[in-house]
């Protein structure tokens, strides 16, 4: 009889499998229907270009022609999400080492070099037959020139090829990527280890900062980031506040 797997049960390995298309309209619906269809974990769709490309909280991801575009779907639990995506953004600042290029994490996973975002991280569930899934989604502002983007994201959005000053191999990044979220990627029960290193590269922890989420602003001291993937905040007050999700909408 099939059932829901438990979290210590779920696949951390297995092939890898690519699915290339040229245009899409977001990797992760293309990723969804793949769960439909029967997909394995760790099957990655990649798109030269989305049309629809989706950020967080029904936000846009411009995703012009050069960028690298992926899902990858991965079979967990659904109270895993925010760890899930904490090694996401943990794994592409780690991808990002084979091009000598440093990063930073602004939390939860905006991925920025020189303060700029270069590539943001979208984790979605989705309930399959008699699982569940985590449909990791990653953009990358990898090689095209900054001026590709939406002229309102010239100020806080920068590209890899900007950065760099020159072209950059998507393929060899794609394949660094999967590897490191390979690594990364945490089995349950160890958690810690990626939140460890994800807190070294996480440029919010000790600042002051605002953070927009679906119930209002908090504001206070970011002061770690636990094992759920969770900010933990210290008000004014001296409260310890967990945020679950949001965005950091300013920080000093
Ligand atoms: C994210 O959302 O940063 C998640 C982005 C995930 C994109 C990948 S691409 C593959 C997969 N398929 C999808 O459809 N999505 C995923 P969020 O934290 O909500 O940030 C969105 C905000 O970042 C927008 O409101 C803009 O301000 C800004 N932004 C949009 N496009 C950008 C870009 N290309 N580079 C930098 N900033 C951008």
Redesign the pocket.
């Given at each position: 009889m099939s059932r829901i797997l438990a979290a210590g049960e779920v696949p951390t390995t297995g092939p890898v499998r690519f699915v290339r298309h040229e245009v899409v309209d977001?990797?992760?619906?293309v990723a969804k229907a793949l769960v439909a269809e029967g997909a394995s974990p760790w099957t990655v769709t990649v798109a030269e270009k989305?049309v629809?490309?989706?950020?967080?909280?029904g936000?846009?991801?411009?995703?012009p022609r050069g960028?690298l575009?992926?899902?990858v779907l991965l079979q967990d639990e659904l109270s895993r999400l925010p760890i899930i995506s904490i090694a996401a953004g943990l794994s592409v600042v780690d991808a990002f080492r084979s091009l000598h290029l440093e990063a930073t994490l602004k939390w939860p996973n905006?991925v920025l070099v020189g303060g700029r975002?270069?590539a943001?991280?979208?984790v979605e569930g989705v309930v399959g037959p008699h699982e569940y899934w985590a449909i990791v989604?990653?953009?990358i502002?990898s090689d095209f020139p900054k001026d590709a983007?939406p002229s309102k994201?010239s100020a806080?959005?920068t590209t890899l090829r900007h950065e760099l000053g020159r072209r950059v191999d998507n393929e060899s990044l794609l394949q660094e990527l999967v590897g490191s979220l390979r690594e990364n990627y945490p089995a349950a029960g160890t958690e810690e280890r990626v939140v460890a290193r994800y807190r070294t590269q996480c440029s919010t922890i000790g600042r002051e900062v605002r953070v927009k989420t679906r119930r209002g602003i908090l504001e206070g001291r970011a002061v770690d980031v636990d094992t759920s993937g969770f900010l933990i905040l210290e008000t004014e007050e001296g409260k310890s506040v967990v945020v679950a999700e949001g965005?950091i909408e300013w920080e000093t």
């Open positions: 977001s990797t992760n619906e989305q629809e490309g989706r950020g967080r909280f936000r846009r991801w411009a995703s960028g575009y992926l899902s905006d975002k270069v943001g991280v979208l989604g990653i953009g502002n983007l994201l806080d959005a965005s």
